[in-house]
């Protein structure tokens, strides 16, 4: 009998997913799609929390008064993001102190353990990772669990708004003899690191995510959408592109 309640739980929530509605309880889920949604919720909350920890040295680093209080606005966007995921996951049943606290290195991409030590730097990481963070929001937004994805409307909107101030800075140092160089060289150093954030192409975890409408594109296609809008870009400001590539 309980093989027949866990096909038949199966069945009627896979009949929503493909039906386009939202599932908004566990009690509509296997343990499967749970699993796989804390997964990737997980990893959101802590990229959204480590994003704002790297920016924070830069309200004080910033070069202007006007700068530090964009700065100083972009990390209280990132905490509010991140506390909006962890209270979805709290919800969930996740225990969240500890995430925060003595699980994060499990979680953490390793992009943010890499240094920013220029202004350069800096606005080049905004306008490279903040807009692939916010293609992945786009699945996210669109995806099949309904807490999640209506939460992800407002903070892709205002990911969009961050990727804005990294495109200003790129654009305005990248127009100058002067700092042209060191943009180039901020670009080489973070292109590769980005661009590895969207994972290998392919595999059978991300054919799950789409299967259960979690992710809605494998993540070279991801990769692919976000350099088809950088390149044109990048390049009109005079900077040399690094090839896109597959990650293996």
Request: net charge negative.
């Amino acid at each position: 009998m309980l093989v027949m309640d866990k096909k038949a739980r199966e069945e009627a929530m896979m009949q929503k997913i493909q039906s386009g509605q939202k599932l908004e309880s566990l009690d509509e889920v296997t343990e499967e799609y749970k699993d796989n949604l804390l997964k990737l919720m997980i990893a959101q909350a802590d990229s959204e929390l480590a994003g704002a920890y790297g920016y924070v040295p830069w309200i004080e680093g910033a070069p202007t008064m006007a700068e530090k209080l964009a700065m100083a606005t972009i990390v209280k966007d990132e905490m509010r993001h991140a506390r909006a995921m962890y209270e979805l996951l709290d919800r969930l049943g996740v225990d969240t102190d500890k995430l925060i606290n003595e699980d994060k290195m499990k979680n953490r991409m390793k992009v943010f353990y890499e240094p920013i030590r220029t202004w350069s730097d800096l606005v080049m990481f905004n306008f490279l990772m903040d807009r692939a963070a916010g293609h992945q929001l786009r699945d996210a937004a669109e995806c099949s669990w309904g807490p999640w994805s209506r939460s992800m409307v407002q903070i892709e909107k205002e990911e969009w708004m961050h990727v804005a101030h990294g495109e200003h800075w790129v654009k305005k140092l990248s127009a100058s003899e002067t700092t042209r160089p060191d943009v180039q060289k901020s670009l080489d150093f973070w292109f590769p690191k980005v661009n590895k954030i969207f994972g290998k192409p392919h595999t059978d975890t991300n054919k799950t995510f789409q299967k259960l409408k979690l992710k809605q594109r494998d993540n070279h296609e991801v990769r692919l959408s976000w350099y088809k809008e950088i390149l044109p870009l990048l390049e009109g400001y005079g900077l040399t592109v690094p090839a896109v590539e597959t990650v293996e």
